[in-house]
């Protein structure tokens, strides 16, 4: 089993103290996805029995927010898709004048390749 580092990951804590974190797309579906504190600032992501990532360069707040959940909300994206749309809305909103570009929300769960409950253990 290869361990592959993903340094400084984007995490959201929302007002109710939900946790989700933004990675990119693995292939597979996950089984029984496990985060785990490794040390203050790196978690180790058990995806599935054969695949497994560590979080590295990990906020102290955030490392404190996930040790009060048992659960955190992942969430897998399909980072060239958001390159593209990334590139197409800058160039909109160029062409416009600097007028707002329009965004489809179809665009935007395109983006989602899948999200999922990890249980966290610390």
Known sequence: MEINELPSPQFIVNEAGMISVFLPAFTGEPKKPVLSKKDDKTLHFQRSADGDLLLTGIDEEIMAALA???????????????????????????????????????????????????????
Request: no cysteine; charged share 35%; net charge negative.
């Open 68 to 122: 009060q959940v048992k659960k955190i909300l992942i969430i897998e994206t399909n980072v060239m898709k958001s390159i593209d749309m990334i590139d197409k809305s800058l160039t909109s909103y160029l062409k416009q004048g600097g007028d707002k570009p329009e965004e489809g929300d179809q665009d935007i769960m395109d983006l989602v390749e899948r999200a999922y409950e990890a249980e966290v253990r610390f």
